[in-house]
């Protein structure tokens, strides 16, 4: 479990083919990696990976052909600069919100603008996810936790401050550039809530949520 919250950038050293899946090499530029060990994970660009080899600048970790079917990472070469963040702690502070680190999509930037000091993006998102972004509400781009500024007809616009451009990589990004998108899990979880039965044909429905001020 991750929180969205980048703690450094670093860069991919290496890759390589292994039987059909990839094992990646990853330099971790300025993240503490001393209390990593073999079996922990480590969000990059939002995908949660595996550490199985640790190194004094970096990390090793095995990619899955369903992995590689599902994101970007087949398309990563050496020197790509990539978001990392290590798992929550019970004692972390919850700064972003609650990513699992399972990219559910591929969207594209479709825009960017200056907006004094900040960087305007629109992001077009998969047609089977448009259902899980609220204006206003928090998504996962490249393990970036932010908050959509508003809805589009085929996405969502974004506000990215100075901060966040200058300590992740979408300052990297231009019209054109896919990213990793995880929408909130709590939305994806609620819809299945709601689609399902049970023995007492279940009271949580959109006009429970409703009266109880959970749905608009």
């Known amino acids: 479990m991750f929180t ?17 899946d990839l094992r990646l090499r990853i330099n971790t530029g300025s993240l503490d990696l001393s209390d990593v060990k073999l079996g922990d994970s480590i969000a990059t660009n939002g995908v949660c990976l595996t550490v199985v080899a640790a190194h004094a600048d970096g990390f090793e970790a095995d990619v899955s052909r369903e992995s590689l079917a599902h994101t970007r990472i087949a398309q990563w070469a050496p020197g790509t600069r ?22 559910d999509g591929v969207g594209v930037v479709r825009g960017r603008r200056a907006d004094a000091r900040s ?30 500024n508003a809805l589009t007809a085929t996405g969502f616009e974004l506000n990215i401050v100075p901060h966040t451009a200058q300590e992740t990589t ?46 608009k």
């Open 119 to 148: 960087i305007r993006f629109d992001v077009e998102v998969p047609a089977d996810l448009r259902r899980y972004i609220a204006a206003k509400g928090s998504v996962t781009v490249e393990g970036v936790s932010l908050t959509t």
């Open 82 to 103: 990539v978001n990392l963040e290590k798992a929550m702690l019970p004692t972390t502070r919850m700064g972003g919100h609650i990513v699992s680190g399972h990219v």
């Open 4 to 20: 969205g919250i980048i703690e450094a950038v670093g860069k991919i050293a290496s890759t390589r083919s292994e039987q059909g």
């Open 170 to 215: 979408l300052a990297d990004l231009e019209a054109g550039s896919e990213v990793h998108l995880e929408v909130d899990v709590i939305a994806r979880y609620l819809e299945q809530l709601l689609g399902q039965k049970t023995h007492d044909e279940s009271r949580l429905t959109p006009a429970f949520l409703a009266e109880n001020g959970f749905w």
